[in-house]
């Protein structure tokens, strides 16, 4: 079928910044949307930013001037670049697509910590 791969999570300093990749690989046919979701320790998973097949993007307000999500139809690729850090944006960040042929995938996350 399908896989989701991220990466680029690390350890950085508030106010600093890092740039999440996710990479789909398989029998892909086509995604409609990708997005990035993240769950922090003893809470539920929330969205941060989303876009389309087409462009259109969304975000969460606790992200919104601070991440930038893009993503390479191409290539089967979506990122996003995280700047000015905050310690409560420390979660395991999950990327998502949703596929045409196969629906909904995850991928496995990838720790975002930032210290403060």
């Known amino acids: 079928q399908v896989r989701l791969v991220e990466s680029g999570g690390g350890l950085v300093q508030a106010g600093g910044s890092l740039r999440l990749s996710c990479a789909a690989s398989?029998?892909?046919?086509?995604?409609?949307?990708m997005g990035w979701y993240r769950q922090a320790p003893g809470k539920q998973r929330e969205l941060v930013a989303t876009i389309t097949s087409g462009g259109s993007t969304d975000y969460a307000d606790s992200v919104k001037g601070r991440f930038t999500i893009s993503r390479d139809n191409a290539k089967n690729t979506v990122a996003l670049q995280m700047n000015s850090l905050k310690p409560e944006d420390t979660a395991v960040y999950y990327c998502?697509?949703?596929?045409?042929?196969?629906?909904?995938?995850w991928g496995q996350g990838t720790q975002v910590t930032v210290s403060s």
């Open positions: 398989g029998i892909i046919f086509s995604i409609n949307a």
């Open positions: 998502n697509a949703n596929f045409a042929r196969w629906g909904r995938h």
